[in-house]
């Protein structure tokens, strides 16, 4: 059972539509504390994107926040919303397993594909100027200065795309769309046109295409690709949700080591980064304002709280490398000699993070 099934419980009881509670209330009905995130960030609050939303969601409510004044208002919902999860991949592999349809279709009919799905979405879309002008410099193409074009943007963005034959020169002109709209800060855009991105996407499963998006940056790259195809580092960092200010810190050192040129204060600010994001979860879990060094003991207790076994508390586990993590952590914050950290090394310490912070994260919501 987890820590909010309890505030679960109490809602699901409840016939009023709305329940007004102090967050002294809210931590008397699960019999612990909130996180210090749930003092300091109304995304604590959002609904949906973390799992202890789900003691609210899961009984039709959404919960509004007052920080200043310590209060959450939980509103029940007129009419419940039914999510279902849509794989489109999935659906047409058990479409082509029913009738037995091959589905081994050659690659340029799947590239063909791909690029027809992407131009509709781009097709859709109302491209500003500027951002066009911006793709134009940055892919190499002339911007015609007509009228027509002006009225009519985005068919000549999708001629650009059309017209590009080459799939790998295709894929980095989409990479540098994604560019021009980062540069010119259209936020709703990047994360509407990302969303539709990662669809067809989807739809694309053996184009061996991935995207990932941190911050407003989206990063497109070959599946399979070592950094950013792995579980520890997936999609938006959902498993870090939880804590915007870890997630923040986290996402900010990812960002800074994709541009990394090789200065060893790029090297340093990526590391320490790494370093304050763990510092920052240990003192909301444990809730203290305590040093990384002096919360790897506290940490050890809270795991064996949680029943984690003793070969990941103890010596042959994960404490043996925080310890050194913590060492190492320290001569990058107070060097005492002048060290170039290769990209590799600090790959290395993005990996231990994560790690790190994982268990923690989910140890607390499990």
């Given at each position: 059972?987890?820590?909010?099934?309890?505030?679960?419980?109490?809602?699901?009881?409840?016939?009023?539509?709305?329940i007004?509670?102090?967050?002294?209330?809210?931590?008397?009905?699960?019999?612990?504390?909130?996180?210090?995130?749930a003092?300091?960030?109304?995304?604590?609050?959002?609904?949906?994107?973390?799992?202890?939303?789900?003691?609210?969601?899961?009984?039709?409510?959404?919960?509004?926040?007052?920080?200043?004044?310590?209060?959450?208002?939980?509103?029940?919902?007129?009419?419940?919303?039914?999510?279902?999860?849509?794989?489109?991949?999935?659906?047409?592999?058990?479409?082509?397993?029913?009738?037995?349809?091959?589905?081994?279709?050659?690659?340029?009919n799947?590239?063909?594909?791909?690029?027809?799905?992407?131009q509709?979405?781009?097709?859709?879309?109302?491209?500003?100027?500027?951002?066009?002008?911006?793709?134009?410099?940055?892919?190499?193409v002339?911007?015609?200065?007509?009228?027509?074009?002006?009225l009519?943007?985005?068919?000549?963005?999708?001629?650009?795309?059309?017209e590009?034959?080459?799939?790998?020169d295709?894929?980095?002109?989409?990479?540098?769309?994604?560019?021009?709209?980062?540069?010119?800060?259209?936020?709703?855009?990047?994360?509407s046109?990302?969303?539709?991105?990662?669809?067809?996407?989807?739809?694309?499963?053996?184009?061996?295409?991935?995207?990932q998006?941190?911050?407003?940056?989206?990063?497109?790259?070959?599946?399979?690709?070592?950094?950013?195809?792995?579980?520890?580092?997936?999609?938006?960092?959902?498993?870090?949700?939880?804590?915007?200010?870890?997630?923040?810190?986290?996402?900010?050192?990812?960002?800074?080591?994709?541009?990394?040129?090789?200065?060893?204060?790029?090297?340093?600010?990526?590391l320490?980064?790494?370093?304050?994001s763990?510092?920052?979860?240990?003192?909301?879990?444990?809730?203290?304002?305590?040093?990384?060094e002096?919360?790897?003991?506290?940490?050890?207790l809270w795991?064996?709280?949680?029943?984690?076994?003793?070969?990941?508390?103890?010596?042959?586990?994960?404490f043996?490398?925080l310890?050194?993590?913590?060492?190492?952590?320290?001569?990058?914050?107070?060097?005492?000699?002048?060290?170039?950290?290769?990209?590799?090394?600090?790959?290395?310490m993005?990996?231990?993070?994560?790690?790190?912070?994982?268990?923690?994260?989910?140890?607390?919501k499990?």
């Amino acid at each position: 059972m987890g820590k909010y099934s309890p505030l679960k419980k109490y809602l699901d009881k409840q016939d009023r539509p709305k329940i007004q509670m102090s967050f002294s209330e809210v931590e008397e009905i699960i019999s612990d504390k909130l996180p210090i995130s749930a003092y300091k960030y109304q995304a604590w609050w959002s609904n949906g994107g973390h799992n202890h939303a789900n003691a609210w969601l899961n009984v039709n409510f959404t919960a509004s926040v007052d920080l200043d004044r310590k209060i959450v208002i939980f509103a029940k919902n007129t009419k419940r919303e039914i999510h279902n999860s849509f794989s489109y991949s999935k659906r047409i592999q058990e479409f082509n397993q029913r009738w037995h349809l091959s589905s081994n279709l050659n690659r340029q009919n799947k590239i063909t594909n791909f690029k027809n799905r992407f131009q509709n979405i781009i097709g859709l879309r109302q491209i500003r100027i500027g951002v066009v002008t911006d793709f134009c410099n940055m892919a190499g193409v002339i911007l015609p200065l007509s009228d027509s074009y002006f009225l009519e943007i985005e068919k000549f963005v999708c001629k650009v795309f059309r017209e590009t034959k080459d799939f790998r020169d295709y894929i980095k002109r989409v990479q540098i769309l994604f560019w021009a709209l980062e540069k010119s800060q259209e936020i709703d855009k990047i994360n509407s046109f990302y969303e539709d991105f990662c669809e067809i996407l989807e739809m694309s499963p053996s184009i061996g295409i991935s995207a990932q998006k941190i911050n407003n940056q989206v990063v497109l790259y070959p599946s399979g690709a070592k950094l950013l195809d792995e579980k520890i580092i997936n999609m938006d960092l959902l498993w870090l949700s939880d804590f915007p200010e870890v997630q923040e810190l986290f996402e900010k050192s990812l960002a800074d080591f994709l541009n990394f040129s090789g200065e060893k204060a790029e090297a340093r600010s990526i590391l320490d980064g790494l370093r304050t994001s763990l510092e920052v979860l240990l003192k909301d879990i444990l809730n203290n304002d305590k040093p990384l060094e002096k919360n790897a003991k506290e940490i050890k207790l809270w795991l064996k709280t949680k029943n984690v076994h003793p070969n990941i508390r103890n010596s042959v586990g994960i404490f043996t490398h925080l310890e050194n993590y913590i060492r190492f952590m320290n001569d990058v914050k107070h060097p005492n000699q002048d060290i170039n950290y290769s990209k590799n090394e600090i790959e290395h310490m993005i990996y231990q993070t994560g790690i790190f912070i994982r268990l923690i994260i989910e140890t607390e919501k499990s």
